[in-house]
């Protein structure tokens, strides 16, 4: 997931983004993959679409993720948040699913 697009600094924009991972079996909560600004955010979101991985843009909550340590469970007081990015990655993919059954 993406900010807004940037962050100020230094008389720049910068762009801002976060990965985050949820493996139901093994992880408790989502964790936190991957964060990083500039050239670093740049790369997280060309992988994850390289890898047909959904990106969404959300400044509060990049703000968030950005503060927390990299393998890091999300807090509880998060997973309202990260429930309605779930459900929005799910509808996506079966979207995807129905779109590819028609092909």
Do not use: C, N, W
Not at 54 to 75: A, C, F, N, R, Y
């Amino acid at each position: 997931m993406t900010d807004d697009g940037k962050k100020k600094r230094g008389g720049r924009d910068r762009l801002r983004a976060a990965a985050l991972r949820y493996t139901p079996k093994k992880d408790g909560a989502p964790r936190l993959v991957a964060k990083g600004e500039g050239r670093i955010a740049e790369k997280i979101i060309a992988l994850a679409k390289e890898h047909g991985i959904p990106v969404t843009e959300d400044p509060d909550l990049v703000s968030i993720l950005s503060k927390m340590d990299l393998g890091e469970e999300i807090d509880p007081t998060l997973y309202e948040l990260i429930a309605e990015l779930l459900v929005f990655v799910y509808r996506l993919k079966q979207k995807y699913v129905e779109v590819l059954k028609t092909r």
